[in-house]
């Protein structure tokens, strides 16, 4: 009876070892790539929390976070002219590991137009900036980007 209750304490005690190994290697795991996947939440919460909605409607360009890598990436003169010319717009989209959005002049799209990436996974921020047909690409981080095919 003594050995048969110590066997029972003993296999319960390795089962606990066993499940808080498993739990802890989990959370471990999770924790991890949350930190390597996720340099900047913030970001990854602004456009989250708005897929679906037009950036108009959540006062996307509002957002001090979103904002203050936009300037940083554009200057503040660019900035400007994105937010004054983000017109005619797509809803935020999520597809192929990235956040978009496109918008461009009302009356001028094809000649003054903007896309916005964003790479949650390696807090890549991309632009696709076009005034009046010249086209520049501004990246937080030079890596190969896939631009979705975008037409209005």
């Keep these: 009876m003594k050995i048969e209750a110590i066997l029972r304490c003993i ?64 200057g503040q003169q660019r900035y400007d002219m994105l937010v004054e010319y983000f017109q005619v717009e797509t809803p935020i989209e999520y597809g192929d590991g990235a956040y978009h959005t496109f918008g461009c002049q009302a009356h001028n799209c094809g000649f003054t137009e903007f896309e916005i990436l964003y790479y949650p996974e390696d807090d890549n921020l991309c632009i696709r900036y076009r005034i009046d047909d010249n086209e520049s690409i501004f990246m937080d981080k030079s890596t190969y980007i896939s631009w979705p095919n975008q037409t209005l």
């Excluded at 606990?16 to 900047?40: D, G, H, P, Y």
């Design 11 to 74: 296999t319960l005690a390795i089962a606990l070892t066993i499940s808080t190994n498993i739990v802890s290697n989990v959370a471990a795991t999770a924790a991890t790539q949350s930190s390597r996947t996720m340099e900047n939440p913030a970001l990854d919460k602004v456009f989250r929390d708005a897929l679906g909605e037009y950036p108009y409607d959540v006062k996307l360009f509002d957002n001090p976070t979103l904002r203050q890598r936009l300037i940083r990436l554009l």
